[in-house]
């Protein structure tokens, strides 16, 4: 600010610190589970809508419906699995490692779209959640 003046700030109460500290990385787990678990429901029910962006073969093939199947199975495993905390870091690389090929393949077949612009934040949690190493509400670490 040009005139010295500081921004304000949000002061919270110590409880609502400890709070956000020990709970963010949960809702972090959990929401990335979520949105695991949605895309790979819909691969399920209406795999011939996801034939297009199975790379290096024909959009209509029982191949391509047979590698979103393939794919969507993984997603809900991967999900279920972050979402109770099973193996955490392991499944949030599996996980990243996952999108980090849907972005590439992404990026490759359509150029850097808002869908692929989505894809890196999802990324970038799943990323953030292979390092993190305070959980809570997990049942195996």
Avoid: N
């Amino acid at each position: 600010m040009s005139d010295g003046a500081e921004p304000a700030r949000l002061d919270l109460p110590a409880w609502a610190h400890r709070f956000a500290a020990e709970w963010s990385p949960t809702l972090a787990r959990v929401l990335l589970g979520l949105v695991l678990a949605w895309f790979g429901y819909h691969e399920l029910v209406a795999p011939a809508l996801w034939t297009g962006y199975v790379p290096g073969v024909t959009s209509g093939s029982q191949v391509a419906v047979a590698a979103v199947l393939v794919h969507g199975w993984v997603l809900l495993v991967l999900a279920v699995s972050i979402i109770a905390g099973v193996a955490l870091r392991l499944v949030a690389a599996v996980a990243a490692l996952l999108v980090l090929q849907i972005v590439i393949t992404l990026t490759i077949t359509g150029g850097l779209t808002d869908l692929t612009l989505r894809d890196v934040g999802v990324l970038g949690l799943a990323v953030c959640l292979t390092g993190g190493s305070k959980q809570r509400a997990v049942l195996s670490d």
